[in-house]
C-alpha cells in the first residue's frame, strides 16, 4: 500500500522560502510519477509540479515556474518542493500525489495523496 507523508509547511512572509517534503512507502517507485498538487480555501485542486521517479523530468505549472524546482531522492523515497519567491496566492493545502506511469497535470487523475501539508504565506 502506497504511503505519502508531507512535511514542511507553515507560515513565512510574503517573498520568503520554504521546502516541502514528501517520504513515500509501500512500492517501489521507480516506474512512478510523482506529484504536487494544492488546493487553496474556496478553490479547486491545482496542478503545482510533477517528476518521473525514473528519469527526473519535471513539469510545473506556470505559476510556479521559476520559483518552485521539484526534485527527488531515489536512495530515502523522498520528493522535495523548495519554493521561493513566495507570495500570498501560494496560500493552500500542498498534497503529495503519485502515479504509476504517467504524469498527468489533472488532479483527478493521481491515484495515490498524502494528507496534506498547509502553507500559509502572509503579505
Known amino acids: 500500500q502506497v504511503q505519502l507523508v508531507e512535511s514542511g509547511g507553515g507560515l513565512v512572509q510574503a517573498g520568503g522560502s520554504l521546502r516541502l517534503s514528501c517520504a513515500a512507502s509501500?512500492?517501489?517507485?521507480?516506474?512512478?510519477?510523482m506529484g504536487w498538487i494544492r488546493q487553496a480555501p474556496g478553490k479547486e485542486r491545482e496542478f503545482v509540479a510533477a517528476?518521473?521517479?525514473?528519469?527526473?523530468?519535471?513539469y510545473y505549472a506556470d505559476s510556479v515556474k521559476g520559483r518552485f524546482t521539484i526534485s527527488r531522492d531515489n536512495a530515502k523515497n523522498t520528493m522535495y518542493l523548495p519554493m521561493n519567491s513566495l507570495n500570498p496566492e501560494d496560500t493552500a493545502v500542498y498534497y503529495c500525489?503519485?502515479?504509476?506511469?504517467?504524469?498527468?497535470?489533472?488532479?483527478?487523475?493521481?491515484?495515490?495523496w498524502g494528507q496534506g501539508a498547509q502553507l500559509t504565506v502572509s503579505s
Open positions: 517528476i518521473s521517479w525514473s528519469t527526473g523530468s519535471t
Open positions: 509501500g512500492r517501489t517507485f521507480s516506474a512512478y510519477a
Open positions: 500525489a503519485a502515479n504509476p506511469g504517467v504524469i498527468t497535470r489533472s488532479p483527478r487523475n493521481w491515484n495515490y
